[in-house]
């Protein structure tokens, strides 16, 4: 799962995009965004009315994983490219008052956004915000229970390396629950080096036995893998996702005990 593309011109690509999302979340992307998005993809009405509304307007994600992550109070979860924070507010309110969710991104607007509604929502003793690489995740090995991440792996030239940390810091029998892009065929290359498709979860998306042998090898049993309902704005995403078959999947894996 190498590629060819530019990381430096990816990065700040990705970092520029996910900017704009945060500030201008009704600006017009290769992808949905918001309430609408979030619905569609399956996400409980009720519980979207329980989380900030200025994270759910900024909402990137591309499935639901909620069922398969199945929070229980008290539990300690990490999500990786936290974004706005939409995902977080909701593990939140399953973990509750004595559990912890950290968000983990790269992209300081967003990180801002997040902590601010975070302080606003007086949650910010158990919904907190950390400025970070998923690929380089700054806690200690084995402490979370759930893994979660929403669109965002696909982002990430090394896949494999996010797939080791996340595996690193669950505790034995700790899950992976996660939505995001993969292909049935491998990108042709001019997909792969072009930053703009990369930045709307296409041109970084593996193809989707690779995606799971790379989870396997870090140690993390693949349990269920399910299609979502999501689909991209721009004609040059959309040309993209009908020839190489690129699509949404939730996913839940277990991190195995003897690891
Ligand atoms: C498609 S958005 C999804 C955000 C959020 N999960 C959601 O569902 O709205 C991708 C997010 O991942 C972050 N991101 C991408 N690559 C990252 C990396 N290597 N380390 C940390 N954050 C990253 C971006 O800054 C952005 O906020």
């Known amino acids: 799962m190498t590629t060819s593309v530019d990381t430096n011109a990816l990065e700040a ?9 945060a500030e ?51 539990e300690r979860v ?17 973990v509750g008052p004595a559990g912890l969710v950290v968000g983990i991104d790269f992209t300081q607007e967003q990180l801002d956004k997040a902590r601010r509604l975070a302080r606003e929502s007086n949650v910010d003793d158990r919904v907190q915000f950390r400025h970070g690489r998923i690929d380089r995740l700054p806690a200690p090995d084995g402490m979370v229970d759930c893994v979660i991440s929403n669109g965002v792996i696909n982002l990430c030239p090394d896949k494999a390396a996010v797939f080791v940390e996340a595996a690193r810091v669950l505790r034995p029998g700790g899950r992976l629950a996660i939505a995001d892009i993969v292909t ?22 593996a193809q989707e036995d690779s995606y799971r042998s790379a989870i396997e090898s870090a140690g993390l ?12 704005i721009s004609p040059s995403a959309r040309s993209a996702t009908a020839t190489y078959g690129v699509k949404s ?8 005990r003897m690891v």
């Not at 065929?185 to 990369?198: G, H, K, M, S, T």
């Open 184 to 205: 049935e065929r491998p990108l042709a290359e001019a997909i792969v080096c072009n930053v703009d498709l990369w930045a709307s979860c296409i041109g970084g998306a």
């Open 24 to 74: 201008e979340p009704h600006g017009s992307y290769h992808f949905e965004t918001g309430r609408e998005l979030a619905e569609q993809l399956g996400y409980d009405t009720a519980a979207l009315d329980g989380a900030p509304a200025g994270a759910i307007e900024s909402f990137a994600g591309v499935g639901y994983f909620f069922d398969l992550a199945a929070l229980r109070p008290g």
């Open 78 to 94: 990490f999500d990786l490219g936290s974004g706005s924070g939409m995902d977080a507010f909701l593990a939140g309110d399953l």
């Open 249 to 256: 999947i939730s996913l839940l894996a277990r991190k195995q």
């Open 13 to 21: 690509k990705v970092q520029h995009m996910y900017q704009l999302v």
């Open 221 to 232: 049993r693949v349990e269920e893998v399910r299609v979502n309902p999501y689909s991209f």
